[in-house]
């Protein structure tokens, strides 16, 4: 497979930056919000191999004893949460 993407990219703490904070606007409203059942959904794609590709999907149930803990306190949820996803 041919691809014009670099092998490695260096990780700088600028990059690392710009990534936490992307992670924690995506975690605080107005992005979250309950589901509108009656509306169309969506994904992030990209077009690789001649076909529409989703970019990223992330999807993990968190275990009772997390989910007790965490109930109601969005805070330590957003961190938990996105600690779980950082590169």
């Known amino acids: 497979m041919q691809t014009d993407a670099p092998d490695t990219i ?3 703490g600028e ?6 904070s992307w992670k924690w606007a995506l975690c605080s ?5 309950l589901s509108d059942y009656a509306q169309p959904f969506s994904a992030l794609a990209q077009r690789h191999g001649g076909r529409l590709r989703p970019v990223a999907h992330l999807s993990k149930t968190l275990d009772a004893v997390v989910r007790v803990a965490l109930l109601g306190t969005d805070v ?4 938990y949460l996105t600690s779980k996803i950082d590169p």
């Open 29 to 33: 409203d107005p992005a979250l919000g």
């Open 15 to 20: 990059m690392a930056e710009a990534f936490s």
């Open 76 to 79: 330590e949820m957003t961190f």
């Open 10 to 12: 260096t990780w700088s």
